[in-house]
């Protein structure tokens, strides 16, 4: 007797009837029973076999063959070209079979064996070019950039003009700039087109990978540094301070001086949050304008006074200021150190106008192309509009070459000698029939001097300067060479001398 809780095939025949064959064992009262005895016990079905499972005649299939499947098979090649390829003139001709049918593309693209896709696209194609549209075509891109004429000369124009440029960079000027899209890739692409190769450059391997860090929100922390640089027609070396948003980059403040006394910075940081308002925490190194070995510093009473909290980097590692670091970098190469400044008075418009440019025009790289203007007044986009219109258009020429300078020419004859005068710089120089030049010696000749036009814009980026007492201001400035205890011994010696005729 069997027993009902062992799987037996009357399950099978119970879930699956089938006709019986000639020659089975099994009858309809066997199958009966055992769908009986199925419904009133409890059993264990076995699992079904795969085969079982996919088999496509079972009329209840499983889940594995209710999965849609593809079959893969192998054709001549012949075969396959001649039924995936179709000449102009059968493209022609169907197209011309479709419009007369007037049938919709999904009925007639069956008939004839091409997907309704096809259809549309040998008609549009046809509607454009005419029969010509019909003929074969490469596929895939076509050689060269796919850029615009207009895009091109732009990345050229940029590329001649700053060679030191990457693709990025041309990137981020084509879209704020000219308004431009073109993706880095492109215009790297683009460039390799037109003879740019990328160049090699070895580099030092770093001894520690860099790690970033940034505030979320303007005002949470300046970075508070200075930097010294000479002026070069007077040999004389100046002091700039300057404090920088650590979350925009923006420059909120800049001070020049002869001197980098703790009071230059303690002005420039008083002038900053009059302009831009104070923040929570200053970031500073550890020099004795910052920090004192011993009790306080005057830097620290005056942020203390404001509830503002001072760090202090670690000594001897200037990448905790990397940012402010990288200004310095960035001002160096592309303003002060081409930049000949008249006098300090110069070099402070000058700077502060370069400091317009990088706080409102100049994309950054560490802000996802954006300038460090658009993250520092975010919450306050009229602000913004009202400071920029401020900024003239040109505030990076003027940063770096000055005023410009009327030009300069004089040709005539003296006796029978043709000769000719002209300016370069702040030399003029004679030309004589023979083509030799000489120096004439003439001061500044073709400065201009006068007109409402000829005045550099006052920069709105906030300057502190101490207070110099009078009895310490010294506005004589002694050129090359020279120095001011020179007129103070030969005064001496006149004094000297007529005191001896007296006496």
């Given amino acids: ?35 009986d005895r199925r419904r009133d016990s409890v059993t264990r079905r ?20 209710r999965r849609r499947t593809r079959t893969r098979r192998r054709v001549l090649a012949e075969d396959a070209n001649k039924r995936n390829s179709f000449s102009s003139r059968d493209r022609l001709l169907i197209l011309d079979a479709w419009l007369r049918t007037k049938l919709p593309a999904k009925d007639f693209a069956g008939l004839v064996g091409v997907s309704m896709h096809s259809l549309y696209k040998w008609r549009q194609r046809f509607e454009e070019e005419g029969p010509a549209g019909l003929e074969d075509r490469p596929k895939g891109k076509g050689p060269g950039s796919r850029l615009s ?43 390799e087109q037109e ?125 905790t200021l990397g940012k ?35 706080n409102f025009q100049r994309p950054h790289s560490g802000i996802d192309g954006l300038v460090p203007a658009d993250r520092f007044f975010e919450a306050a986009p009229q602000v913004l509009a009202t400071l920029r219109h401020r900024v003239e258009a040109n505030a990076k020429e003027l940063a770096q070459h000055g005023t410009p300078r009327k030009s300069f020419y004089l040709t005539g004859r003296v006796g029978d000698a043709n000769i000719s005068l002209h300016a370069e710089g702040e030399r003029v120089l004679l030309t004589n029939a023979d083509g030799t030049q000489e120096e004439v010696d003439l001061t500044a000749l073709g400065r201009r001097e006068s007109g409402a036009d000829q005045v550099s814009p006052k920069p709105i980026a906030a300057e502190g300067a101490p207070q110099v007492h009078p009895a310490q201001a010294d506005d004589s400035v002694a050129g090359p060479g020279q120095s001011p205890l020179d007129d103070a011994i030969r005064d001496l010696d006149e004094g000297l001398s007529s005191s001896a005729e007296d006496a």
């Fill in 149 to 191: 004429d207009e895009t091109q000369r732009a990345i050229l124009m940029m590329k001649q003009a700053h060679p030191e440029w990457g693709q990025d960079r041309i990137h981020a000027m084509l879209t704020r700039t000219q308004g431009l899209g073109a993706s880095p890739g492109a215009i790297g692409r683009y460039l």
């Fill in 324 to 358: 402010i670091e990288r200004f310095w970098g960035t001002l160096w190469r592309e303003c002060v150190q081409q930049a000949v400044f008249r006098d300090l008075d110069e070099a402070r418009q000058r700077i502060g106008l370069f400091i317009d440019h990088y």
């Fill in 195 to 319: 003879g740019y190769v990328v160049e090699d450059v070895p580099t030092k391997p770093h001894p520690d990978k860099p790690r970033r860090f940034e505030r979320s929100k303007p005002n949470e922390l300046w970075q508070t540094d200075l930097f010294t640089f000479v002026l070069k027609r007077q040999n004389r070396r100046v002091h700039l301070v300057g404090y920088m948003d650590d979350y925009s980059r923006f420059l909120v403040g800049y001070g020049l001086h002869a001197s980098s006394s703790g009071a230059l910075v303690r002005e420039t940081l008083e002038a900053a949050i009059a302009n831009h308002g104070a923040p929570i925490e200053v970031l500073t190194d550890n020099g004795t304008q910052y920090k004192t070995w011993r009790g306080t510093s005057a830097f620290t009473k005056l942020l203390d006074r404001r509830g503002i909290k001072q760090i202090v980097a670690s000594p001897r590692h200037p990448q």
């Fill in 46 to 65: 076995a699992p079904t076999p795969p085969a079982a499972a996919s088999d496509p005649q079972d009329p209840q299939p499983g889940r594995a063959a």
């Fill in 1 to 35: 007797m069997t027993d009902p809780h062992t799987p037996h095939d009357y399950d099978h025949y119970a879930d699956n009837p089938q006709p019986d064959a000639p020659g089975d064992a099994v009858g309809p009262e066997v199958r009966g029973e055992a769908e």
